[in-house]
């Protein structure tokens, strides 16, 4: 399973606009989503101690009772879908929020897949005896409740409540109003899954019904809720991250860098610039800008700038670049700052790799930057100087993905630095306790 | 070297009053502190690689040149006394804002220690070959500039500059006007003492010249400060909290229970409840509220009253426990809820485990709560179902402490549950960057 950033769209958040639904005074909002918070906390108690067993249980009734309920889904869905192809929506986000009973299923597995992975509760990180006896121990432990904001993707409502679940936590959902209908079944199926096991069905609340103002009162559920975790376009993260007095872990803008050294291998540098920009472009892990030193620029530059333009790639360029293609267009200050998430790209020559690790520091949103390179040092300063969250040495900034590098399931890609950075899993949505046992010490 | 919460007294904050010195157009200080922080951001670029060696040589030389210019700092530190006497500070806090040689000395020292102890930076943290042969190495690295916020308390300006400094990172201060004066003429002598050694004075400035307005710009300074950490005062803290978009963590306030179980040993108890509660009344992990199983109180509680009214400790009583001394005065909900920071406590009589824990999880601040038991069970339930930072099982609350910890030094204690849980270490002024070596991998 993953949760990763595919194919977000820039804008999509509906937390700017005026939802479809009419919605209730902002006072009375706040206490029906303070009340969800406390009834989540509430359910989270019975979860903090339940046993991995327990809970790959629930994942499993969770993920039989989705398909079983396909029909029911499926419907709601398809009211979702006409009211978005009512309200205009684009081709490929009503492709994104469409379900049928086959990716019904695959949703389904991907719960099986969590089920499956360890749990991350428990783990004694560290442990001492301390000089005066007392014996200490820093233990994984849930984290409470997560909120989850996310927009018109019903998988993550699913995904999101799978990986809240194995790490032992409640999660309130706030999913957008173009998936409204169908985010209600789904909540209301895995509610039913868990009390059939006996656990409650406030472990898995939506606070869709509540617009707006219930996405905002949730961002100040501060003591109630644990963290929030905003999944979307850059507008809907920024909105959560000015908001939100609940600690928010950023994730997803990805303004990643592909940077090839004077010594790059040139043709293994072509593939690799190939996959990182087209391989799949509405995904954060792609790249956005192509550096590339200016030794090599006469040697890589038509080439690339060939095969990017048969890839169907609008290249940005700077002067150099324009001139070494065909049908490039100026770059602006605006193209190095900009996400794509498209068959576009930005390309710069730089004087040498200081240049590179200026340029990267300036405009990258600190998730993934490349180095295609021979040289030791270069690689070497490149990995040291850039303050992003995943380095790559000759390879596609494509690999940062929690299932390539194993974590076996993803919440998302952090670009901040607190709590997480880079891909979190399971272990990323606990927090430790310390316990310290005694002989009736008191402190001199 | 500990920065703890001693002496915090609530309401000390003067982020919500006027600030004493006049201050320029809002617009001009946003603009100025967003460049001192870019200033900070810069200067901690040439930090992030450096060796253990040059930052332990950066501290002894700042430990150097405090005491060097002990009298200047002295002579600073006259003019916030007389201001803070004129404008009829109290006593308590004057002398915590008063430097004198002999003080400026031991401040000097914590910096040695912490010159002492192990780097976190470069600590690789996990690693491992992925199917596909990539080679993953998730490090330690800084995290490139931490903002502080705190009160009249001219040694944490030493204290958290050393942390910073040892974990690679800048710092921006923000001490408050009321050590305005002698902070001034320390962070000099710090920034001389780092150009001494070629390193950029930039790795600690104050943005006190600011006022008020310059702490607001800071809580927004996002992308520039990459966390913020309040110290002092519950007001203080909130206002950080609510104000801030640069990601915070919340210390210090601590309302710690200690818990007489039906099993204790009441002789052990009695010293145990005294410590927590006595040994040092304005600190976070002191306790605040007594809870006694019913099955004990008649034989714990008198003794237990007598000897808290020898030690001058008010006690706010429920009805059995007015009843079971002399001079108990009555709680309410407001005595529940408080850190009363002060020889001050609340006593409730409860039924079972069931209630103690129901009561803490009510009113806890989620610092420290300790259980006084000899019963496995209750010890393990109590461990499991509170959730806060530390539980302490048979031994005093007062043992919370990066210093008892073996953390070496510490920057507080965290109250959330993200990134740092409980005492705050060197480590939590980290944070970790993946490294994957490839061979021109591309994802298929």
Redesign the interface.
């Known amino acids: 399973m993953t949760l990763s950033c595919d194919a977000v769209t820039q804008g999509q958040t509906d937390l700017d606009r005026e939802a479809i639904v009419p919605e209730p005074p902002v006072g009375d909002v706040t206490q029906a989503v303070l009340e969800v918070a406390r009834r989540a906390k509430l359910a989270a108690?019975s979860l903090?101690?339940a046993t991995r067993a327990t809970k790959d249980a629930a994942l499993v009734a969770m993920a039989d009772a989705l398909v079983a309920s396909a029909d029911e889904i499926v419907a709601a869905n398809a009211l979702d879908l006409e009211r978005g192809r009512d309200g205009g929506m684009a081709a490929g986000l009503l492709d994104r929020l469409a379900l049928d009973p086959a990716r019904i299923a695959s949703i389904a597995d991907a719960l099986r897949t969590v089920a499956g992975l360890p749990d991350p509760v428990g783990e004694v990180v560290r442990g001492?005896t301390?000089p005066n006896g007392?014996r200490?121990r820093?233990i994984r432990v849930p984290?409470?409740v997560v909120g989850m904001i996310y927009e018109a993707r019903p998988n993550v409502t699913v995904d999101a409540t799978g990986l809240a679940i194995k790490s032992g936590n409640a999660v309130v959902l706030r999913g957008g109003s173009a998936a409204q209908s169908g985010n209600e079944v789904i909540v209301r199926v895995l509610g039913r899954a868990l009390e059939s096991l006996d656990l409650p069905a406030d472990l898995v609340q939506s606070i869709d019904a509540y617009g707006r103002p219930g996405a905002v009162a949730l961002m100040h559920a501060?003591g109630l809720v644990?963290?929030l975790v905003p999944r979307g376009g850059a507008d809907l993260i920024r909105t959560v991250?000015?908001e939100s007095?609940v600690?928010?872990?950023e994730t997803g803008v990805g303004n990643c860098h592909v940077y090839v050294d004077a010594t790059a291998?040139l043709e293994?540098a072509l593939?690799?610039v190939l996959?990182a920009k087209t391989?799949r472009v509405g995904v954060c892990n792609a790249a956005e800008t192509l550096l590339v030193h200016e030794a090599v620029a006469d040697a890589f530059l038509p080439t690339a700038l060939a095969a990017l333009a048969a890839a169907e790639v609008t290249v940005h360029g700077d002067e150099r670049t324009v001139a070494a293609g065909d049908g490039v267009l100026v770059a602006t200050e605006t193209d190095w700052e900009t996400e794509y998430l498209a068959p576009e790209i930005a390309v710069r020559v730089v004087a040498d790799l200081d240049e590179a690790i200026d340029h990267i520091?300036t405009y990258s949103s600190g998730h993934t930057e490349a180095i295609?390179t021979r040289d030791l040092p270069s690689?070497e300063r490149f990995?040291?100087?850039i303050?992003?969250?995943?380095?790559?040495?000759?390879?596609?900034t494509?690999?940062?993905d929690g299932g390539?590098?194993?974590l076996g399931a993803e919440l998302g890609i952090s670009t901040?630095?607190?709590?997480a950075?880079?891909?979190m899993g399971l272990g990323e949505l606990t927090?430790?306790?310390?316990?310290?046992?005694?002989?009736?010490?008191?402190?001199p």
């Open positions: 108690r903090a101690n001492s301390l007392l200490l820093q984290m409470g501060r644990d963290v991250v000015r007095t600690p928010v872990i291998d293994a593939p690799i996959n391989q520091r295609l690689s990995a040291a100087e303050d992003s969250a995943a380095i790559m040495i000759n390879a596609s494509r690999f940062t390539e590098f194993g901040q630095k607190l709590h950075r880079g891909p927090t430790t306790k310390w316990i310290v046992n005694g002989d009736n010490h008191i402190r």
